[in-house]
């Protein structure tokens, strides 16, 4: 059972970026998927996640970033655009039984992948 998450990158305030999240081992179309990032010295901060039929994303981010999912191709992406320097962390995916904001809700965790927004 793994997750991947890749995509990220250095990209100037305004642009975009596509984060994706892809599973091996397991059908990521039985989990609920989550978003989170962390800058050094902080929590880690939910940013979104989707269910099979819902989508939940945190207010700092509505209007500018979309979760979805392909489960055909095994993967959930994070669609960010309009990103603001604040933006920068790594971000992570991770799998759970329920949707939620809450890290301790996720069973599995893949590898961070660093965006960092700067001009």
């Known amino acids: 059972v793994q997750l991947q998450a890749f995509g990220g990158g250095l990209v100037q305030p305004g642009g975009s970026l596509r984060l994706s999240c892809a599973a091996s081992?397991?059908?990521?179309?039985?989990?609920?998927i989550g978003w989170f990032r962390q800058v050094p010295g902080k929590e880690r901060e939910f940013v979104a996640a989707i269910s099979w039929s819902r989508t939940y994303h945190t207010d700092s981010v509505k209007g500018r970033f979309a979760i979805s999912r392909d489960n055909a191709k095994n993967t959930v992406y994070l669609q960010m655009n309009s990103l603001k320097p604040e933006d920068t962390a790594v971000y992570y995916c991770?799998?759970?039984?329920?949707?939620?904001?809450?890290?301790?809700?996720?069973?599995?965790w893949g590898q961070g992948t660093q965006v960092t927004v700067s001009s």
């Open positions: 081992g397991f059908n990521l179309d039985h989990y609920a």
């Open positions: 991770a799998a759970g039984s329920t949707m939620a904001d809450e890290a301790w809700a996720y069973d599995y």
